[in-house]
């Protein structure tokens, strides 16, 4: 049975594609649709053709699993110019998302139609890749440069609303009409003397867009786009079509297609595509582990982390109660989470109302007692195992039978919480990330006798409150935190080699990282942990603590910072330093850029295969998609595993032996056989 079949409904061909689970353009999808079209243009008692999709979405791109593999035609551009090339008019009819060589494909029809729940985007970008079937010519064709320009660029899907206010869409119909409704428009246009073809369309590029067009977007909008070679790419192909005819424009698309498709990117990203969905699927769970109801949640804290993670099920429409010790706490609190809201609603993410709603939902309390009815309830706690213990404890003898009993713990261990429980088999750990209701990542943390429909329950609720969820085993650190340890041993010990702080920071912020070790350093406060009576200038952090080098918030640390928080290198921090090194007895080294940062990144490799070798993590792409979400690796470079995949394990294991690291048997016997960590 051919993925797409069409019907004749009177004078109308309703060509209909069915290839679950997101309708992807592979071979057989584009060969259906030329074969379709053909079958058309061959027809007399077709008059005209609709195009439209089975199942949850329109087509969601092309198939990005046949990339890099041999190309078997007919290719998308020849599909899409066919359907464009049609005497009989083409309607797109869309529902879900049309995204990529979806939307190329619906820019080839003639007519576009949509549910109001669609989303219309190219976000090839994010693949580092630009829409290489024509997107980059007909969108601005169709809509405009200047509304064009954002959504290759920067690739977010917009709603089908939006789209029709641009012109992109023709008309929106109900949900449940959208066959026939593609059907009647087709119908009412057959008439018409002449349909819109988008490659032919010059009504909507705008007149004298320049250079300074272009350069202040690239000022504006692609600041936080920086290390990534797409977007400059999707800029110059959108700036062909201001000024190059179809035909040069497409070439130009080709030409930059070709090269970002071949590029480490580009392969990098695809693979961070695809371990994020790789990351939902649990190791020795049955199919049908059943999840578990989560109608209402409770939280122990209301901090920083209390508060963020209440957001979470807050904005998912799920109501949370909020417990604190104090009056004063929770207050602040409860207020925090309001300015949050009212802050990102200025930013246009909420509406007042849904403001309103998200509050409404949210039950501040002091009596524990209040979350004997929750599904589930996470902790979020001082650090420490005592104080967990008898928090779960107490929880335990609360909280109705049969609900989830959860730690926002960093580090500690689980197993330990669990077992103060008379459900063990109903504790786990949920390890978000500061701040909370921001960062994407979530630790769930599987104990020893984590039940799996809790563990299901779990990455279900993940992907409902919008996180990308990593199973992680019991371990100190569990996956991140684990590998960042090493990181920074490796930092202090470079310090103590001479090397600069502002030289190890560099080294990882030119690779594409936010900020390094000792910028993290000032941002917590270098007096975390300092107990200043004992301080007796026994190391750098002691000294700077003493002269009132504490971090951001006495504007010097490691370095010195102006009113705008820029630092600046300290001449009394290298002075410290120094005389740290001599004491020592070290000959002060000096090493390349590459060097500084290898010997920081290679441990932390290293302690992944440890990860992966005791079973902490589920596999590679794991590990990859935690140091994405949480830390800020960069995304370009496909997480530490994969790059270190594409320097080749061999040189990554004679690095570690040359810094005079224990080089992790599972690591080494990958890198003897030539293997990689991602398959
Ligand atoms: N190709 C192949 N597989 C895909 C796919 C695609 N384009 N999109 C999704 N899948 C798989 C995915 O791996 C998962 O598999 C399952 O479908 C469900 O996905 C020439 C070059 C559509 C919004 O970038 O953004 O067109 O894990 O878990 O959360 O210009 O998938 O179940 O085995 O993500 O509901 C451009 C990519 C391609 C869109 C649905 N298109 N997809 O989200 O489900 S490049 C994209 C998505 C291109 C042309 C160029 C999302 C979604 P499995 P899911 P979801």
């Not at 071979?27 to 379709?36: C, F, I, K, M, T």
Request: with cysteine; glycine share 10%; net charge negative.
């Amino acid at each position: 049975m051919s993925v797409v079949t069409t019907r004749q409904d009177g004078d109308v061909l309703v060509v209909t594609s069915n290839n679950p689970p997101v309708n992807a353009l592979g071979q057989a999808v584009r060969a259906g649709l030329a074969e379709a079209m053909a079958t058309a243009a061959s027809d007399d008692s077709i008059k005209a053709v609709v195009i439209t999709c089975e199942g949850r979405t329109f087509f969601a791109g092309a198939d990005i699993t046949e990339f890099g593999k041999p190309p078997v035609g007919p290719s998308l551009p020849e599909v899409i110019d066919t359907i464009e090339a049609s005497k009989k008019p083409v309607v797109a009819a869309i529902h879900g998302t049309a995204l990529g060589g979806g939307l190329e494909v619906a820019l080839g029809c003639h007519y576009r139609i949509a549910v109001a729940s669609a989303k219309l985007g190219l976000p090839e970008v994010k693949l580092g890749l630009l829409p290489g079937a024509g997107g980059t010519q007909r969108l601005p064709r169709v809509v405009g440069v200047e509304a064009a320009l954002p959504m290759i660029v920067k690739g977010d899907p917009i709603p089908a609303a939006a789209a029709e206010r641009i012109g992109l869409v023709d008309k929106l119909v109900a949900d449940d009409q959208l066959a026939e409704s593609g059907v009647a428009f087709a119908k009412h246009v057959i008439g018409s003397d002449s349909h819109p073809v988008s490659s032919a369309r010059a009504d909507k590029i705008e007149s004298g867009l320049g250079e300074e067009f272009f350069d202040n977007f690239r000022e504006t909008e692609m600041r936080r786009l920086k290390g990534f070679e797409a977007p400059e790419a999707c800029l110059q192909a959108v700036r062909a079509a201001a000024e190059m005819p179809f035909s040069d424009g497409v070439k130009k698309e080709r030409e930059l297609f070709g090269k970002l498709m071949t590029g480490t990117q580009s392969r990098a990203l695809r693979h961070v595509f695809f371990a994020e969905r790789a990351a939902s699927k649990i190791d020795g769970i049955p199919a049908d582990t059943p999840v578990l109801p989560i109608n209402r949640v409770g939280i122990l804290g209301a901090g920083t982390m209390g508060g963020g993670i209440a957001m979470n099920f807050l904005s998912a429409g799920i109501p949370v109660t909020l417990l604190e010790r104090e009056q004063e706490a929770l207050d602040r609190g409860v207020s925090i989470i309001r300015k949050n809201y009212e802050r990102s609603a200025a930013r246009g993410k909420f509406t007042a109302e849904q403001v309103e709603q998200c509050m409404g939902r949210l039950t501040p309390t002091l009596e524990m007692e209040d979350l004997a009815d929750s599904d589930l309830v996470i902790e979020a706690v001082f650090e420490n195992m005592d104080v967990k213990k008898e928090v779960f404890t107490k929880l335990d003898a609360i909280v109705k039978p049969g609900a989830i009993l959860a730690s926002n713990t960093s580090y500690l261990n689980v197993d330990e919480m669990a077992a103060v429980t008379t459900r063990p088999d109903h504790v786990l750990g949920l390890h978000f990330f500061s701040p909370a209701n921001v960062m994407r990542l979530l630790e769930i943390v599987r104990a020893a006798k984590t039940a799996p429909a809790v563990l299901k329950t779990a990455m279900a609720l993940s992907k409902k409150i919008g996180k990308v969820a990593v199973v992680s085993g019991v371990c100190h650190g569990f996956i991140g935190n684990r590998m960042l340890s090493p990181r920074q041993q490796a930092a202090n010990a470079m310090l103590m080699q001479g090397i600069k702080p502002w030289e190890v920071d560099n080294s990882l912020t030119d690779f594409g990282m936010p900020m390094g070790p000792f910028q993290m350093a000032d941002l917590a406060g270098l007096d975390l942990g300092w107990n200043r009576e004992a301080s007796n200038s026994e190391t750098i952090r002691d000294v700077l603590c003493e002269r009132d080098r504490r971090g951001q918030k006495t504007g010097k640390g490691f370095y010195d910072y102006d009113e705008n928080r820029r630092r600046t290198p300290s001449a009394e921090v290298e002075e410290v330093i120094a005389g740290f090194v001599a004491k020592a007895g070290e000959t002060p080294q000096s090493y390349s850029v590459e060097e500084i940062r290898n010997r920081l990144l290679f441990p932390m490799v290293n302690e992944g295969a440890k990860i992966l070798e005791e079973g902490m993590a589920q596999r590679a792409s794991d590990i990859d998609t935690v140091w994405i979400n949480g830390y800020g690796w960069p995304a370009y470079t496909g997480g530490p595993m994969f790059w270190a995949d594409m320097i080749g394990l061999d040189v990554v294991v004679e690095g570690l032996k040359s810094f005079g690291h224990e080089v992790s048997p599972y690591l080494a016997d990958k890198a003897a056989k030539g293997d990689r960590f991602n398959g």
